[in-house]
């Protein structure tokens, strides 16, 4: 069993930046990804990385913006925000996929965070 525990949301201006954190119990060596779900809307791929951290994958609305990384030592996955638009807001889930390989469906997740709310201003 993976417990994920999302950290690192808040209310921020557009351009500012945030880091959301993600604390996993145990050693996770799993695929990890980042989804998000705004206020009456699906809940949608934003980054994932692959299992030994040399692959990863950005949705096209946060490409450029957005980076996913891990520390294996800690356990933890984070995403770097820049740049946030208030188009980025939305609650933030992290998600662990039991597999070598990244994946952008949240069905193929079979571990997921409570998540961290973030809210970006005009």
């Known amino acids: 069993q993976v417990q994920l525990v999302e950290s690192g949301g808040g209310l921020v201006q557009a351009g500012d930046s945030l880091r959301l954190s993600c604390a996993a119990s145990?050693?996770?060596?799993?695929?990890m990804g980042w989804f998000r779900q705004a206020p009456e809307k699906e809940r949608e791929f934003v980054s994932a990385?692959?299992?030994?951290?040399?692959?990863?994958y950005s949705a096209d609305s946060v490409k450029g913006r957005f980076t996913i990384s891990r520390d294996d030592a800690k356990n933890t996955v984070y995403l770097q925000m820049n740049s946030l638009k208030p188009e980025d807001t939305a609650v933030y889930y992290c998600?662990?996929?039991?597999?070598?390989?990244?994946?952008?469906?949240?069905?193929?997740?079979?571990?997921w965070g409570l998540g961290t709310q973030v809210t970006v201003s005009s």
């Open positions: 990385m692959s299992w030994s951290g040399d692959s990863t």
């Open positions: 145990g050693r996770v060596r799993y695929a």
């Open positions: 998600a662990a996929h039991e597999s070598s390989w990244l994946s952008v469906f949240s069905y193929e997740y079979k571990y």
